[in-house]
């Protein structure tokens, strides 16, 4: 039997220890001064918001206190997690309307998409959905056999090719297989890539491409895997490969082990694509989707 999966809240432990830390301290014993909003605004900076979302957010807030009249920095923290929680929209499921409904999972070099995709994809077994891998990462080895490794595990079948075999040729015959086998969903690993490096995205157009004409309409989603280490860099990651193909949503991975889960805002913000999933912990039952007020919450308790 799995043991229980990590919540968010506990998933966020590092990051309400850090910064968020000091800054629910901050607004628990003092009085709003001259100086609250400026000593706020550099906190959020250090929470990896950045300086545009933290200008704004203290600036709103600023605002809020004189026409509320807010006189304690206590006051402040309410309306400090209504600001953040709208900074982060609404929430939306997965498209899993059509059969098979793809998702293409995109990042860079080791930002965890193959452990994402094996939770993604027992995520989905566990809610009956009929699940198949494809192994795209055909530049590495041993993502290959770590995909069928997981598949084994799981139970999930894991279309693969030869060794450095064409990564759309992989992804047009896994796309065939699962239609053919009557396949709720299939989720296609792809190989880590820079997001300056102009070749690489261009394959990774061609993957997308090849996806499109083996099934109409797909991918359905595609999800930028991003380590939550990786802080405000990951703005620039996301940037490139929402420009490069379209995004449908980002999952932030190894949460857990980082105290940058302030990076959410910014993304959301700058890059302008939804946060859908997050990766919770280690184990493959550590994932969920995106709930932002209880991400509000774990970072403000």
């Not at 966020?12 to 968020?20: D, G």
């Not at 598949?151 to 030869?162: D, E, K, M």
């Not at 490096?197 to 261009?202: C, G, H, I, S, V």
């Not at 959410?264 to 709930?291: H, M, S, W, Y």
Request: no cysteine.
């Amino acid at each position: 039997m799995l043991a229980r999966a990590k919540s968010i809240r506990e998933s966020l432990e590092r990051t309400r220890q850090t910064v968020f830390g000091r800054i629910i301290t901050f607004l628990g014993q003092s009085n709003v001064t001259e100086t609250t909003f400026d000593d706020l605004e550099a906190m959020l900076i250090q929470a990896d918001l950045g300086a545009s979302l933290a200008d704004d957010i203290t600036a709103t807030l600023e605002v809020r206190a004189e026409k509320e009249a807010i006189v304690r920095a206590d006051g402040l923290r309410k309306a400090l997690a209504q600001e953040l929680r709208a900074r982060l929209g609404t929430p939306r499921p997965l498209d899993l309307s059509a059969r098979p409904t793809v998702i293409l999972l995109v990042g860079v070099n080791g930002s965890g998409k193959t452990t994402t995709a094996a939770k993604l994809a027992h995520m989905l077994t566990a809610q009956r959905r009929s699940v198949m891998l494809a192994a795209g990462d055909t530049f590495r080895a041993a993502a290959v056999e770590q995909l069928q490794v997981w598949g084994q595990r799981l139970n999930v079948p894991v279309i693969a090719g030869q060794p450095n075999a064409d990564s759309a040729s992989v992804a047009h015959d896994a796309v065939t297989a699962a239609r053919n086998r009557g396949a709720d969903v299939l989720i296609v690993d792809t190989a880590g890539r820079l997001q300056t490096k102009f070749n690489l995205m261009e394959e990774l157009k061609k993957v997308r491409g090849v996806i499109a004409k083996a099934q109409p309409g797909a991918p359905q989603e595609t999800l930028l895997v991003l380590d939550a280490n990786t802080g405000q860099n990951a703005i620039s990651q996301a940037s490139a490969f929402r420009d490069a193909i379209s995004l449908s949503g980002v999952v932030l991975a190894k949460l857990d082990s980082s105290a940058k889960g302030g990076m959410a805002f910014a993304i959301t913000k700058e890059v302008g694509v939804p946060i859908r999933f997050i990766g919770t912990g280690e184990q493959v039952q550590d994932f969920a989707p995106f709930e932002p007020d209880r991400f509000i919450e774990g970072l403000l308790e």
